[in-house]
T-cell receptor, first 114, second 109 residues
Protein backbone atom coordinates (compact mmCIF):
# COMPACT_ATOMS: atom_id res chain seq x y z
CA UNK A 1 0.00 0.00 0.00
CA UNK A 2 2.03 2.93 -1.32
CA UNK A 3 1.70 6.14 0.67
CA UNK A 4 3.29 9.53 0.93
CA UNK A 5 5.06 9.83 4.27
CA UNK A 6 5.88 13.02 6.12
CA UNK A 7 8.04 13.68 9.14
CA UNK A 8 7.65 14.98 11.72
CA UNK A 9 3.90 14.75 12.21
CA UNK A 10 3.94 17.49 14.80
CA UNK A 11 6.47 20.20 15.51
CA UNK A 12 6.42 22.90 18.15
CA UNK A 13 9.21 25.43 17.98
CA UNK A 14 10.06 28.91 19.10
CA UNK A 15 10.09 31.90 16.84
CA UNK A 16 13.41 32.31 15.08
CA UNK A 17 14.26 28.60 15.00
CA UNK A 18 14.87 26.64 11.84
CA UNK A 19 12.26 24.05 10.87
CA UNK A 20 12.80 21.26 8.37
CA UNK A 21 9.94 19.10 7.15
CA UNK A 22 10.54 15.97 5.13
CA UNK A 23 8.47 14.06 2.63
CA UNK A 24 8.92 10.73 0.93
CA UNK A 25 6.83 10.64 -2.24
CA UNK A 26 5.38 7.45 -3.66
CA UNK A 27 7.97 5.53 -5.65
CA UNK A 28 7.62 6.21 -9.34
CA UNK A 29 5.76 9.48 -9.01
CA UNK A 30 7.38 12.32 -10.95
CA UNK A 31 5.66 15.34 -9.36
CA UNK A 32 5.87 16.53 -5.76
CA UNK A 33 3.93 19.37 -4.19
CA UNK A 34 4.08 21.31 -0.93
CA UNK A 35 0.88 22.87 0.43
CA UNK A 36 0.07 24.85 3.53
CA UNK A 37 -3.36 24.79 5.14
CA UNK A 38 -4.76 27.23 7.68
CA UNK A 39 -8.27 28.08 8.74
CA UNK A 40 -7.92 31.63 7.47
CA UNK A 41 -6.20 31.04 4.12
CA UNK A 42 -7.37 27.54 3.31
CA UNK A 43 -5.13 25.34 1.15
CA UNK A 44 -2.22 27.19 -0.46
CA UNK A 45 0.25 25.78 -2.96
CA UNK A 46 3.77 26.68 -1.88
CA UNK A 47 6.00 24.91 -4.41
CA UNK A 48 6.17 21.96 -6.74
CA UNK A 49 8.67 19.82 -8.57
CA UNK A 50 8.59 17.71 -11.70
CA UNK A 51 11.30 15.07 -12.13
CA UNK A 52 13.01 16.72 -9.13
CA UNK A 53 13.28 20.07 -10.91
CA UNK A 54 11.56 23.00 -9.19
CA UNK A 55 8.81 24.34 -11.44
CA UNK A 56 7.16 26.98 -9.35
CA UNK A 57 7.79 28.30 -5.87
CA UNK A 58 5.91 31.55 -6.24
CA UNK A 59 3.62 30.61 -3.36
CA UNK A 60 6.47 30.64 -0.86
CA UNK A 61 7.84 33.58 1.10
CA UNK A 62 11.25 33.57 -0.56
CA UNK A 63 13.17 35.17 2.23
CA UNK A 64 12.51 32.41 4.73
CA UNK A 65 11.21 29.32 2.92
CA UNK A 66 13.12 26.94 0.72
CA UNK A 67 12.11 23.67 -0.92
CA UNK A 68 14.43 21.05 -2.36
CA UNK A 69 14.48 17.52 -3.71
CA UNK A 70 17.95 16.14 -3.05
CA UNK A 71 16.88 12.83 -4.57
CA UNK A 72 13.77 11.14 -5.93
CA UNK A 73 12.84 9.70 -2.54
CA UNK A 74 13.10 12.87 -0.48
CA UNK A 75 11.61 16.35 -0.61
CA UNK A 76 12.31 18.94 2.06
CA UNK A 77 10.68 22.19 3.08
CA UNK A 78 12.72 24.46 5.30
CA UNK A 79 11.72 27.59 7.18
CA UNK A 80 14.49 29.78 8.56
CA UNK A 81 13.78 31.75 10.67
CA UNK A 82 10.30 30.59 11.64
CA UNK A 83 7.60 33.02 12.70
CA UNK A 84 4.27 32.53 14.53
CA UNK A 85 2.38 33.22 11.29
CA UNK A 86 3.99 30.08 9.82
CA UNK A 87 1.87 27.97 12.17
CA UNK A 88 -0.17 25.70 9.90
CA UNK A 89 -0.47 22.16 8.61
CA UNK A 90 1.99 21.49 5.80
CA UNK A 91 1.10 18.80 3.30
CA UNK A 92 3.24 17.05 0.78
CA UNK A 93 1.61 15.36 -2.19
CA UNK A 94 2.94 13.35 -5.10
CA UNK A 95 1.54 12.16 -8.39
CA UNK A 96 2.33 10.77 -11.81
CA UNK A 97 1.72 13.47 -14.37
CA UNK A 98 -0.68 12.61 -17.16
CA UNK A 99 -4.04 13.45 -18.66
CA UNK A 100 -5.77 11.87 -15.66
CA UNK A 101 -3.92 13.21 -12.69
CA UNK A 102 -4.36 12.07 -9.11
CA UNK A 103 -2.42 13.61 -6.28
CA UNK A 104 -1.71 11.51 -3.22
CA UNK A 105 -1.42 13.49 -0.04
CA UNK A 106 0.67 12.73 3.00
CA UNK A 107 -0.77 13.01 6.52
CA UNK A 108 0.71 16.47 7.03
CA UNK A 109 3.06 18.13 9.50
CA UNK A 110 1.32 20.30 12.07
CA UNK A 111 3.69 23.17 12.84
CA UNK A 112 3.23 25.47 15.81
CA UNK A 113 5.58 28.41 16.20
CA UNK A 114 5.40 30.17 19.55
CA UNK B 1 -4.30 32.03 -13.22
CA UNK B 2 -7.13 29.61 -12.63
CA UNK B 3 -9.72 30.23 -9.96
CA UNK B 4 -11.97 27.55 -8.50
CA UNK B 5 -14.72 28.70 -6.17
CA UNK B 6 -16.91 26.91 -3.68
CA UNK B 7 -19.24 27.85 -0.89
CA UNK B 8 -17.57 27.50 2.50
CA UNK B 9 -20.12 25.61 4.58
CA UNK B 10 -23.00 23.19 4.23
CA UNK B 11 -25.01 21.71 7.06
CA UNK B 12 -27.44 18.82 6.56
CA UNK B 13 -29.23 16.22 8.61
CA UNK B 14 -28.34 12.56 8.46
CA UNK B 15 -30.28 10.82 5.70
CA UNK B 16 -30.75 13.97 3.63
CA UNK B 17 -28.99 14.62 0.32
CA UNK B 18 -26.05 17.03 0.21
CA UNK B 19 -25.16 19.08 -2.83
CA UNK B 20 -21.79 20.81 -2.99
CA UNK B 21 -21.23 23.27 -5.80
CA UNK B 22 -18.12 24.50 -7.56
CA UNK B 23 -17.36 26.90 -10.38
CA UNK B 24 -14.14 26.71 -12.36
CA UNK B 25 -12.50 28.82 -15.02
CA UNK B 26 -10.45 26.61 -17.34
CA UNK B 27 -12.71 25.18 -20.02
CA UNK B 28 -9.86 23.04 -21.38
CA UNK B 29 -9.66 20.82 -18.29
CA UNK B 30 -9.85 17.17 -19.37
CA UNK B 31 -10.87 15.92 -15.96
CA UNK B 32 -12.45 17.56 -12.96
CA UNK B 33 -12.00 16.11 -9.52
CA UNK B 34 -13.55 15.96 -6.08
CA UNK B 35 -11.27 15.42 -3.11
CA UNK B 36 -12.32 14.72 0.47
CA UNK B 37 -10.40 15.73 3.57
CA UNK B 38 -11.34 14.04 6.81
CA UNK B 39 -10.31 15.61 10.13
CA UNK B 40 -6.59 15.34 10.77
CA UNK B 41 -5.79 13.85 7.38
CA UNK B 42 -4.65 14.87 3.95
CA UNK B 43 -6.88 15.18 0.91
CA UNK B 44 -7.93 12.01 -0.85
CA UNK B 45 -9.45 11.61 -4.30
CA UNK B 46 -13.16 10.89 -3.93
CA UNK B 47 -14.36 10.86 -7.52
CA UNK B 48 -13.81 12.55 -10.85
CA UNK B 49 -15.54 13.22 -14.15
CA UNK B 50 -14.24 13.32 -17.68
CA UNK B 51 -14.98 16.62 -19.35
CA UNK B 52 -17.07 15.11 -22.15
CA UNK B 53 -19.53 13.66 -19.64
CA UNK B 54 -22.50 15.42 -18.08
CA UNK B 55 -22.99 13.07 -15.20
CA UNK B 56 -21.22 10.32 -13.37
CA UNK B 57 -22.71 8.14 -10.66
CA UNK B 58 -20.69 6.16 -8.16
CA UNK B 59 -22.77 4.51 -5.42
CA UNK B 60 -24.06 7.39 -3.25
CA UNK B 61 -22.13 10.00 -5.21
CA UNK B 62 -23.38 11.82 -8.29
CA UNK B 63 -21.21 14.31 -10.13
CA UNK B 64 -22.87 16.76 -12.49
CA UNK B 65 -20.94 18.86 -14.98
CA UNK B 66 -22.28 21.87 -16.84
CA UNK B 67 -19.49 22.88 -19.19
CA UNK B 68 -21.36 25.83 -20.60
CA UNK B 69 -21.62 27.44 -17.17
CA UNK B 70 -18.34 25.89 -15.89
CA UNK B 71 -20.25 24.48 -12.97
CA UNK B 72 -19.52 21.23 -11.18
CA UNK B 73 -21.55 19.70 -8.39
CA UNK B 74 -21.26 16.74 -6.06
CA UNK B 75 -24.38 15.16 -4.69
CA UNK B 76 -24.17 12.76 -1.76
CA UNK B 77 -27.32 10.71 -1.28
CA UNK B 78 -28.37 9.49 2.17
CA UNK B 79 -25.68 11.58 3.86
CA UNK B 80 -24.13 9.94 6.91
CA UNK B 81 -22.28 11.45 9.86
CA UNK B 82 -19.14 9.83 8.46
CA UNK B 83 -19.46 12.09 5.42
CA UNK B 84 -18.63 15.11 7.59
CA UNK B 85 -15.46 16.48 6.04
CA UNK B 86 -14.12 19.20 3.79
CA UNK B 87 -14.75 18.64 0.09
CA UNK B 88 -12.54 20.23 -2.55
CA UNK B 89 -13.17 20.42 -6.26
CA UNK B 90 -10.10 20.66 -8.48
CA UNK B 91 -9.10 21.13 -12.09
CA UNK B 92 -5.77 20.51 -13.75
CA UNK B 93 -3.77 23.52 -14.87
CA UNK B 94 -0.69 22.41 -16.83
CA UNK B 95 1.27 20.32 -14.35
CA UNK B 96 -0.61 21.03 -11.17
CA UNK B 97 -4.08 20.79 -9.70
CA UNK B 98 -5.91 23.96 -8.78
CA UNK B 99 -8.07 23.34 -5.76
CA UNK B 100 -11.15 25.22 -4.72
CA UNK B 101 -11.51 26.81 -1.33
CA UNK B 102 -13.17 23.72 0.10
CA UNK B 103 -16.70 23.21 1.44
CA UNK B 104 -17.00 22.06 5.03
CA UNK B 105 -19.89 19.60 5.25
CA UNK B 106 -21.40 19.07 8.68
CA UNK B 107 -23.85 16.22 9.08
CA UNK B 108 -25.96 16.23 12.20
CA UNK B 109 -27.77 13.16 13.57
Amino acid sequence: DARVTQTPRHKVTEMGQEVTMRCQPILGHNTVFWYRQTMMQGLELLAYFRNRAPLDDSGMPKDRFSAEMPDATLATLKIQPSEPRDSAVYFCASGLDGSFYEQYFGPGTRLTVT
Amino acid sequence: GEDVEQSLFLSVREGDSSVINCTYTDSSSTYLYWYKQEPGAGLQLLTYIFSNMDMKQDQRLTVLLNKKDKHLSLRIADTQTGDSAIYFCAEKDFQKLVFGTGTRLLVSP
